[in-house]
Structure formats: structure tokens, C-alpha cells
């Protein structure tokens, strides 16, 4: 075996909330990662006390955290979502759900995807990436997808050879500037005449982070899968699903064997007691309505920092917490790059050209002002000496 490559930089040493501690002793707010935060404390210590009991279920019993979890989504995902797969990242809840479509439309192989998502990696999840450049080294996938050049396109391009659509409830990479109000509605209603299914991958969007619960909330749409992840395990496990109706999960698997689709550690009670603290958490501690809070100053600050550099930002769009700052003069990777020397995350998105940010839902008001700060020293240091500022 080779000796490891020596490492070039610091590394990753602690976190807590949008707060990153490194080895060199210094640290990053992390407006990369979104999500929950980093180690929420009361979905610790509840995990803390699983693991001192039973972290892993045996497969012969039902473990109780389990079932109060699947309760749980139950209750809380919207319509009639009510059976529950659990396992431990976006691409397994993906490629399970892709999995029950072609159970369900086996004569169908068509699935429409919106140009630049991103639903996973593994080989059924990236069947369905809207980003050429992730496909193309990979050929032949599970699906041939069709893409839709953007959101509002997917509409057209949903017929009877669809089996499903899978879409973010509000996409975290390109697409978001485009959507007009209803699309998602829209779609709901096309796949519904269709028979097609549609898939609403909540990654990104869900346990809060949009301002809701869930971003399909904010059109009061029911989709036949709903992929959550992300979030949901607080920051403290790995923690991801789908959770779909019960007439379509026993098409499939309930009638023959509820097992035909399962994951070895996949809902384990540890992630499982993770998962219901979280919830929990969500409701004691009002973070929908805070995450509404935080969004507002996050726009609000970046709108201010646009009008101080016109020359640098075009534009500042978002939903919640998420903002897309949408660059005319500055290389977005040397933004990046410059914001991350004094001490702030974020993500570039080429097909914007620009940067991302997704503080997560525990961020502070201070750390957004600070983030917010950060990113327009950053797009200074970033602009070519002579340009006009």
C-alpha cells in the first residue's frame, strides 16, 4: 500500500453550529455546507444516550426509535406521505426511490431532470444529474434523462413515456432565477395527468432551511416521493430517506416482502433518536420562523452589498436560507477562493457565474452580518487591479 500523500493545508478539527475550527488554529464560517448546523448540543446528548444502549438494531426486531421516527414523518410530511425508507445519504434515499419507479412503471423509462441539479453520486443517483460533466465520465447509466434547459421546461417535456420527474422543491444550483410562481404546482398537476411520479428532492431545502418545513410547502404541493437528507440528522449523524404513500410502497414491496428493498445499517437507532431530536428541536426552538428571520437579513445585507458594488454584483436572488450572488465583474472562484483566506465558505456556481450561500439553520444573526462582510471584502480582492469598483 502507498504512504499517504502528505497533507498540503489544515484540516477540519471541530465544528459547532456554522462555525468550522481548523488545525492551524484558525477558523471558517461555513456558508458551504447549509443543512442543520454543525453538532446541535440537545441532538448530542439524546444520541449520546442511545449509543450507551443500542446504537445498532438487529434486523429481527423492530427497534423503537425506528418507529417513532417513521411516526414522526409520518405526521409531519404533507398529504398522505406516510411510509418512510431510512438510510444514510441523498444518493441511497435517491436510487431507493428510482428503485420503487421502476417497480411501479416498468414500461416507462423516462425521468426528467432540470438542467444543472445535482441529486448524488452514486451510479442510479447520477442516472439522473442534470450536469453533463458528471455523467459524461461514466456511461451507460441506469437512465438516459431527459433535461429540461430549466425548471419552468420540465412542464412540456412530461408524456405518457414518463415514469417520473425528479426536481428540487427549490433547486440549490442553477435554475432558481427562472421558476415561475405555480411551476411546481404546474408540474404536480401535468404529472398527475401523465401518470407519471413525481420525485421532490428535499436535500437541500427540507427540515427548515426554506423558511418551512419542507420547500414544496410554500405551493402546497404533495409529491408521490419526497427525498429528505441533509438536515435531518442534526448535524450529528447521517441521516436520509424517502418517504412516499402508502398505496405505492405496498405496489411494490407490500404485498411480496417489505424487505426486497433495505439498507444494512440504514435507519439504525443511533441516526433514528438523531433524527427525532432534530424534529424536536425544530418545533421547541421555532427555527422555521428563525430561518424566515435569518433569510430576510441574509437578502437584505447582500441587496445592500450590490448597491455598494454594481460594478461587481449583478444580482442577489434567494429563498430563504440560500442566496445565489450572481457576479458581472469578478472571477467567482477567485471570490471563493479570497473569502475563504479571510475565513468564510461558500460555493461557486459556474453556470451562474457566481457564488452560493447556505448558512445553515443554527447561524447566528451576528455570523450572517460577519459572512455578509467577509464576501464583499473578498469580491474587492477579487476584482483586477485597474478595473473600476
Not at 409520518?74 to 431510512?86: F, I, K, M, Q
Request: proline share 7%.
Amino acid at each position: 500500500m502507498p504512504a499517504p500523500k502528505p497533507n498540503r493545508g489544515p484540516v477540519a478539527v471541530s465544528a459547532q453550529g456554522a462555525t468550522i475550527r481548523l488545525s492551524d488554529a484558525s477558523s471558517l464560517l461555513d456558508f458551504a455546507s447549509g443543512g442543520f448546523g454543525h453538532g446541535a448540543a440537545p441532538v448530542a446528548a439524546a444520541v449520546a444516550r442511545q449509543m450507551a444502549v443500542n446504537p445498532l438494531a438487529t434486523r429481527h426486531f423492530l427497534s423503537l426509535p425506528l418507529g417513532q421516527l417513521t411516526a414522526r414523518l409520518a405526521a409531519r410530511c404533507p398529504g398522505d406521505l406516510e411510509v418512510s425508507y431510512l438510510c444514510s445519504s441523498q444518493s441511497e434515499a435517491v436510487d431507493g426511490a428510482l428503485k420503487l419507479v421502476r417497480g411501479l412503471c416498468p414500461d416507462r423509462h423516462k425521468i426528467v431532470v432540470v438542467r444543472g441539479s445535482n441529486h448524488g453520486s452514486t451510479l442510479g443517483a447520477l442516472s439522473v444529474c442534470g450536469r453533463e460533466s458528471m455523467r459524461a465520465p461514466l456511461p451507460p447509466l441506469l437512465f438516459e434523462p431527459i433535461i429540461a434547459a430549466d425548471a419552468n421546461a420540465t412542464i412540456g417535456l412530461v408524456d405518457r413515456d414518463t415514469a417520473a420527474v425528479i426536481v428540487e422543491a427549490w433547486p440549490g444550483g442553477h435554475g432558481l432565477p427562472g421558476r415561475d410562481p405555480g411551476w411546481l404546482r404546474a408540474l404536480s398537476g401535468r404529472c398527475s395527468e401523465s401518470g407519471s411520479l413525481l420525485i421532490a428532492d428535499e436535500t437541500r431545502s427540507g427540515v427548515g432551511i426554506s423558511g418551512a418545513m419542507f420547500g414544496i410547502e410554500h405551493e402546497s404541493v404533495v409529491p408521490d416521493l419526497l427525498v429528505l437528507g441533509g438536515g435531518l440528522g442534526g448535524g450529528v449523524l447521517p441521516l436520509a430517506g424517502y418517504v412516499t404513500r402508502r398505496d405505492l410502497n405496498d405496489r411494490v414491496y407490500g404485498r411480496r416482502d417489505p424487505t426486497l428493498h433495505a439498507s444494512t445499517t440504514g435507519g439504525n437507532p443511533a441516526a433514528c433518536v438523531a433524527g427525532i431530536a432534530t424534529l424536536e428541536m425544530v418545533e421547541r426552538e421555532g427555527l422555521l420562523e428563525r430561518a424566515a428571520t435569518r433569510g430576510s437579513q441574509l437578502l437584505s445585507a447582500l441587496r445592500e452589498l450590490a448597491d455598494r458594488q454594481p460594478d461587481s454584483i449583478k444580482e442577489v436572488i434567494g429563498v430563504g436560507l440560500f442566496a445565489q450572488v450572481r457576479l458581472a465583474g469578478p472571477d467567482a472562484g477567485g471570490v471563493a477562493a479570497a473569502a475563504r483566506s479571510l475565513g468564510l465558505a461558500c460555493e461557486v456556481e459556474a453556470e451562474l457565474p457566481g457564488v452560493l450561500l447556505r448558512p445553515p439553520l443554527l447561524v447566528t444573526e451576528e455570523e450572517i452580518e460577519r459572512g455578509v462582510e467577509i464576501l464583499g471584502d473578498a469580491i474587492g480582492l477579487a476584482v483586477p487591479s485597474g478595473a473600476a469598483r
